[in-house]
DNA sequence: TGAATCATGATAGACGTCAATCATTTTCTC
DNA sequence: GAGAAAATGATTGACGTCTATCATGATTCA
């Protein structure tokens, strides 16, 4: 029971090997009636390109691109070291992977790298979705051309990009109403939601969830207006400062953007005997695992970057090979406590 | 910048092809030297086997065998279906996947079941890992002959098998002590464990956990002595009903084993007004969503077999590659709540 | 009807590896 | 130093695909 190869097809088609060749390779040159001879036969048959074969006769090595906003002790810097690991795996592979940095929130200086990896003959492209006329123009000509695109964390229309592997935004918030609800037992609260921007989509989807839940399951807690700290620690550990002063009930603190060393700070130079807020913050990092350890904080919401790094490569590696995307459920964004940290992928060994 | 192929170590280690391929193939006839010369040229030149052109070349399909216990409604009825499903894109990549079903808690049958897979001359294997000296030895045979196992959910000694993929069990145990001691919000409770057998190796260590977190961060909270349920439903039923009777400050519940149907029904046939227990339990299945989603009950703990089947495989695969494995950060559980329950990915349209 | 165009067939070399064979050289043993 | 044994070299055909070239047959157009 081998599988079939191209040469049983045409066979099968009753043409030659070449005609069956021009017609999986779109060659041209093929009347119609005997390209859809080949085409039956492919299909009765279930014939699969075997992608092994095609690539060891072209000498092929995929070229792959990740753009990646810059930025220090974010999901993004995190994300880039996970790349540069992946980097030496591929390699093995004969995957050669780019990883460009840009500017966070600048859709012209991304729109030029995508130009530049076109130019570059790029196979695929993974970059942070930025809904920018200039981005979807240069989105279009890469995926014109044949390469594949996926949009990582943060999404964009359908119709721009091949695949979104990132979390479900407003899930998060909802599943962090449902954790303070449950923190509150019963007893009623009071949560100050900090955001980074009100414009960015993926905060005001988290901050919407929390909302609705809170409404609709918890009314007795409270959602305070959100204090926007345009992801910057020391504007963040000032405003939550403010608010701490001017409202006294505080039971919650919901961090869904970034800038936590700030929040991080002012719990603790408030850490008191007395009973803290229950705080809930977004992405494991550094700052955030070590507040997690020391008691300062009670739930990470983590969208597991080395997951979404895996599913995106194994995206654009199956859109190079030309093969059909195969679905999957949705990443579920993780929770950590303190218990259930995985451990540090610290530094490699430089040995193998 | 072609990766190197075996001529180029043959050429660099000043032997010929037919001696490199000899030491890379352990044909054996190499003198001691020569050998050396080959794996330093390997090593200097940071050669890798081109694993797609050797299975060309032999025409190679792997054969890969699940040993998956039978059991209705539990995470290895739900490990079956997945498994059903992987075959189908597996055969697409010449790897045949075998799945066996053997009595739970039967180690002479998983036994037998491997000797047979052996004579069969399988390439790799996962299992539930049961400690007994005939699955030991069984192993230890499939092994000998270059076979990769893999133990899947419960573990097994470190010698008797190639790697393991599941949750660490004592964390999990750790994690739901945190969510119990915070639903809490500092008021004392009391908890009732209800395990399936405490010599099963997993739910001993869930229960540990849970012990060892409660005692040193939420003093206040008391655990009941546990309830064994034989991870039967009526059983669990009938003696979950008799305890909550006899106990009546029952603050919190948590199931680390299966026969929650069991669980789930005294729990609906007790809704009350009155604030109900904080209930956790383990795996997400059919029963367990549903209770979740009607509020019967408020966590569950998921070891995400979905991952752990890729996982597998993935281990399987590069066994049979002759690769290194690779070290990757051990698995973490899923935390559902109602608001972050995935998908149903349900049945299956059947075109392709 | 002859020439140009189009469709098709046949075939060969390359990719990197494995498995095999046979010839040759080196090393060992007595 | 002769003969046996061991080590090494040289080479070949497969695996399935891609790319290319050349030859042949069929159709179309003037």
Redo the contacts between chains.
Sequence with gaps: M??PTLTDVARHAGVSYATADRVVNARGGVAEKSAERVRRAIAELGY?R?V??A??SQ?RTYRFAAIVPKGQDTIFSKMQGLLERERE?LA?D?VELLIEQVEAFDPRQLADCLARLDRDGIDAVSLVGTNHPAVIEAMTLLRARGATIVTLVSDMPEEARDAYVGIDNA??G??V???IG??????PGRVLPIVGAMTARDHAERLA?LRE?LTETFPDIRLLHQIEGRDRPELVAARVGAALEAEKGITAIYSLGAGNPGLIEILRERSAPA?RP?VVVHELLEHSRAALEEGLI?VVIDQRP?DEIQRALEIMRRGADRL?P?PV??L????Y????L??E?GAKTGD?
């Design positions: 081998r599988a699969v075997n092994a074969a690539n060891l000498g795996k093995l004969r899930v998060a909802r599943t109403a449902r954790l449950m923190a509150h037992g019963g007893q969830g839940v009973p229950v009670d080395e059909p195969d459920a949705p579920g964004a993780a929770i406590v303190k218990e259930n995985p451990p992928m193998d």
